[in-house]
């Protein structure tokens, strides 16, 4: 089991700047590949970023070099730094840990990106 806790959400203006953590506990946090997703409303959640317990990274096109997606395996931690943010950025983001065939969700953190 993992547990995942979301934090850095907020209001923030067209063009700025946020940083997203996921706190992850219960398990070895450095064997997951770590993923943060984003649901607006009335749309389906999709993909933002992963990135896998090797390093490696992926980002939907929407995000790509806006969006860094990091891990410290140290703190258990993992990242999402988002800049020049959008108003269609708005959306509830989520952190997820996948291994195998398990995957868990955290509570998910509100961005709002409003002038």
């Known amino acids: 089991q993992v547990q995942l806790v979301e934090s850095g959400g907020g209001l923030v203006q067209p063009g700025g700047s946020l940083r997203l953590s996921c706190a992850a506990s219960?398990?070895?946090?450095?064997?997951?590949?770590m993923g943060w997703y984003r649901q607006a409303p009335g749309k389906e959640r999709e993909l933002v970023a992963f990135?896998?317990?090797?390093?490696?990274?992926n980002y939907a096109d929407s995000v790509k070099g806006r969006f860094t997606i990091s891990r410290d395996n140290a703190k258990n931690t993992a990242y999402l730094q988002m800049n020049s943010l959008k108003p269609e950025d708005t959306a509830v983001y989520y952190c997820?840990?996948?291994?195998?065939?398990?995957?868990?969700w955290g509570q998910g953190t509100q961005v709002t990106v409003s002038s």
């Open positions: 219960g398990s070895i946090f450095s064997f997951y590949t």
């Open positions: 990135i896998t317990s090797g390093g490696s990274t």
């Open positions: 997820s840990a996948r291994r195998l065939g398990d995957k868990y």
